[in-house]
């Protein structure tokens, strides 16, 4: 005999061999009281925080640092970049 999580007794006969169980409840009613018993309230969840996301004006655009590049016109070999916008100088 063993007693579940709600309270209630039970028995389990085992039939060797065949892997079959047989569990009977042997107090339903006690179970049955015991569910109808009112609960606590409990309080309500807090909703998750919201994650703080900068908007996108106040965000700087990621840029390369000055620096000699390929040149994305293909007219020179090199072109200065100079972190913010192509220069006339090449190389």
Known sequence: MS???RGQVR????????GIYN?????????????????KARAP?????????????????????????PDPQGIATWRWWDGQVWTQHTA
């Open 11 to 18: 028995r389990t006969v085992r039939i060797p061999g065949a």
């Open 45 to 69: 969840k807090k909703p998750p925080a919201e994650p703080v996301v900068a908007h996108e004006e106040s965000m700087p655009a990621p840029a390369a640092p000055p620096n000699w590049y």
């Open 3 to 5: 007693t579940n999580t």
């Open 23 to 39: 569990t009977k409840v042997l107090n339903p009613k006690k179970a049955a009281a015991k569910e109808s018993a009112p609960r």
